[in-house]
C-alpha cells in the first residue's frame, strides 16, 4: 500500500499561482476574472441550504463551477453524473435522499428539490482566498454500467489538487511554457463528467488557465468559440467529436494544443487533427476509479507516460496504478502492456475481448477499423448473447453510412479484419446512442440492436 499522501489543513480554491485580475472563464469573449468568481462563489454559498449533495444542471461551465466551490465552502459535495435524464435524477435521488438542484432558469420540472442559479451582485472588498480541506470530497463521480445503475465515486480534493498539478505540468510542457497561464480552454466535453471536469474546470481553477463557459457541438460553434477566446488555445474533445470536426468544411482557428480522451485514438485521425489546427495533439488515459494517469503524444507513438510519481503494475488483464494522487492501488479495466512502471501500451478494454470461431479480437479494434472506412459517419459491432444452441454467434454491426452499400462495407472490412468477424448482419441508423463524451454505453446499444433485429425479423 501506497503512504498516505501528506495532508495540509486546507487547500486553496484557487490555485496555479495567477493574480485575481486573471481569468477563471471567458463567455462569449468576455474575460470573467478570478476576482468575480471568488466573489460569486461565496455570494452563491450564502444562499445554499444545508444538506447536499448539489446537482448543477447547467449548460453554462462557469456556473457549473460556482455551483462546484460553493458546495464546497459549506461542506458539501458536487453530484456528477453521467447524464442528466430524468431517470437518471430518479436514481441520484434514491441514492442521495437530501440532494439538490442548481438549475439554469429554462429547466424543467424534476423530482430533487430545484433552486435556480441567482443573479451576481455587486462585488465588494477583495475576498479571501478559501482553503478547502485536503481530505473533504468535493464531488461524487458516477458511472452506470450496463445496468444503468449509478455508482458513486467520491473525489477528495487533496488528490485532485495534485492529480490537476502533474497534468498542467505535462500540458505546459507541451506547448513549451512555464505553467498555464494565460491559456485559453475550449471544451466540447461536459463539465459534469470525469474528463471534462479535470481537463477544463479544474484545470483553469487549479492550473492557472481560463476556460471558455460554452460547451460547442457543431463544427461551425466550435470554430466560434475557439475565435472568440485569445491564443495558446487548447482544445479539449473526444475522438467522435474530433472526427465530426475534421470531416466539416468550416475553415477553423490555430489550436495550439488539442487533448482528446475517453477512447484511443488512431494515429491517422490523429496527424489529420494536427495537420489541420496547426498544434501538436495529446491523448489522456485514465478511468474514473483513479483520475487521469498517463499522457501520450499520439503521432509519435503507441507508448503511454504516467504522470509524475504514478506507477503501473502487472500485465495484460491484471493491471493496477498507485502512487502520487492515486492513494491506493487501483486495478484497471483494460489490458496493457506494461514495459516499466512508467510505459505502457494499451492493448484494449477487458470486458472488449471476444472470441467467434475460435479466434480472439476485441469490440475496440473493430470499431476502428469500421470507422476508418470513408464514408461511415459512425458504427459499432455488437455481440448477441450466447443462447447455448450449437449455432455461432456472429456479430452484428450498425453502422451510419448513408452512401455506401453493403456490399461496399464488407469489401472495405474484408481488407482490414479476419473474415471470422465480418458482421452477418448490417443494421442502418441515423446515429448511435452515444453520451456526451462520445462514449456508447453498452446497455444503450444492446437495446438499440435488439430492438432493430426484432423490427426486422431477425430477432
Known amino acids: 500500500m501506497n503512504a498516505a499522501l501528506p495532508q495540509p489543513p486546507g487547500l486553496p480554491l484557487l490555485a496555479g499561482h495567477a493574480s485575481l485580475d486573471e481569468p477563471i472563464a471567458w463567455r462569449a469573449g468576455e474575460a470573467l476574472t478570478r476576482r468575480r468568481y471568488l466573489h460569486e462563489v461565496r455570494q452563491l454559498a450564502a444562499t445554499l441550504p444545508d444538506g447536499g449533495p448539489v446537482l448543477a444542471m447547467t449548460a ?77 470530497e468535493v464531488a461524487q463521480v458516477l458511472t452506470s454500467g450496463s445496468t444503468g445503475q449509478p455508482m458513486p465515486h467520491g473525489k477528495r480534493w487533496g488528490a485532485l489538487v495534485a492529480n490537476i498539478a502533474g497534468e498542467a505540468q505535462r500540458m505546459a510542457a507541451t506547448l513549451g511554457r512555464a505553467d498555464l497561464r494565460g491559456v485559453a480552454i475550449v471544451g466540447t466535453v461536459p463539465a459534469h463528467h470525469m474528463y471534462g471536469f479535470e481537463s477544463t474546470v479544474l484545470l483553469a481553477m487549479l492550473g492557472g ?43 477553423l482557428p490555430a489550436v495550439d494544443l488539442t487533448v482528446s480522451a475517453t477512447a484511443p485514438l488512431s494515429p491517422q485521425l490523429a496527424a489529420r487533427a494536427e495537420a489541420a489546427l496547426r498544434g501538436p495533439l495529446m491523448e489522456i488515459y485514465g478511468c474514473t476509479e483513479a483520475g487521469q494517469v498517463a499522457t501520450r503524444r499520439t503521432t509519435d507513438g503507441p507508448e503511454w507516460r504516467t504522470f509524475p510519481d504514478v506507477v503501473m503494475r502487472g500485465d495484460g488483464e491484471q493491471c493496477w496504478v498507485s502512487g502520487g494522487h492515486v492513494p491506493e492501488p487501483t486495478r484497471l479495466a483494460d489490458v496493457l502492456e506494461v514495459l516499466e512502471p512508467t510505459r505502457f501500451r494499451l492493448l484494449g478494454r477487458s470486458n472488449d475481448l471476444i472470441n467467434v470461431a475460435g479466434k480472439r479480437s476485441s469490440l475496440a479494434h473493430l470499431n476502428h477499423h469500421l470507422n476508418s472506412i470513408e464514408g461511415v459517419r459512425d458504427g459499432a459491432f455488437w455481440l448477441p448473447p450466447d443462447t447455448g444452441d450449437a449455432a455461432v454467434v456472429r456479430l452484428v454491426a450498425l453502422v451510419a453510412a448513408p452512401g455506401l452499400s453493403r456490399e461496399a462495407l464488407l469489401a472495405a472490412l474484408r481488407k482490414r479484419v479476419d473474415a471470422a468477424f465480418l458482421p452477418r448482419r448490417i443494421l442502418r441508423v441515423d446515429a448511435l446512442p452515444r453520451d456526451g463524451t462520445g462514449k456508447l454505453p453498452a446497455g444503450r446499444l444492446a437495446e438499440l440492436a435488439t430492438r432493430l433485429l426484432a423490427e426486422s425479423g431477425h430477432g
Open 60 to 136: 453554462d461551465r462557469y456556473r457549473f463551477a460556482l455551483a462546484l466551490g460553493a458546495a464546497a465552502l459549506r461542506g458539501s459535495s458536487s453530484l456528477m453524473p453521467p447524464n442528466h435524464t430524468p431517470d437518471m435524477v430518479r436514481r441520484l435521488h434514491a441514492l442521495f435522499p437530501s440532494a439538490y438542484v442548481l438549475a439554469d432558469p429554462d429547466q424543467p420540472a424534476l423530482e430533487l428539490p430545484t433552486l435556480p442559479f441567482p443573479a451576481a451582485q455587486a462585488q465588494g472588498d477583495d475576498p479571501a482566498m478559501p482553503l478547502i480541506p485536503a481530505q473533504h
Open 209 to 251: 488557465a481560463a476556460f471558455a463557459a460554452e460547451r460547442p457541438f457543431y463544427a461551425q460553434d466550435i470554430a466560434r468559440v475557439l475565435a472568440s477566446v485569445p491564443r495558446p488555445r487548447i482544445l479539449v474533445t473526444t475522438p467522435l467529436h474530433l472526427k465530426t470536426l475534421l470531416d466539416d468544411s468550416v475553415e
